[in-house]
């Protein structure tokens, strides 16, 4: 088994070098479209259909997976929202991680600091 595998990868490799400089480029374009032409075809399809389903499978959302978009839904997923009356904008993130860069800092000169203090202690004294 292994040497008909290496006899294939051979052909393939001498079919290949037989070739003139500019038409490998499109060998490998080639051997591309036959591997993932399938399944760029069949998503093409389905994002046609004009579903809301693999937008949402994709999202981990798996809900109303036959939501036709018409015109009038699809304008209303896409118009710009306005922001209510008396609200307001904050550019604060709620859910951001907390910063400790200052705290990582300060473990660093104590530890700089102790090891310092164990090299003094630890200094020869000449006799």
């Known amino acids: 088994a292994v040497g008909a595998i290496g006899t294939a990868l051979a052909s393939v490799a001498v079919g290949l070098f037989s070739l003139a400089f500019w038409q490998i480029p499109f060998v490998l374009l080639g051997v591309l479209l036959l591997i993932s032409g399938p399944s760029l075809l069949l998503a093409w399809f389905k994002l046609r259909s004009r579903t809301l389903g693999p937008i949402l499978d994709a999202n981990g959302w798996a809900i109303n997976a036959r939501a036709k978009i018409n015109l009038l839904f699809g304008a209303s997923l896409t118009q710009l929202a306005q922001l209510p009356p ?42």
């Not at 910063?99 to 700089?112: E, L």
């Open 86 to 127: 008396n609200a307001e904008r904050t550019l604060t993130d709620p859910f951001a991680e907390e910063d400790h860069s200052a705290w990582i800092y300060v473990v660093w000169g104590a530890v700089a600091v102790m090891v310092v203090a164990m090299l003094w202690a630890m200094r020869t004294k000449p006799h």
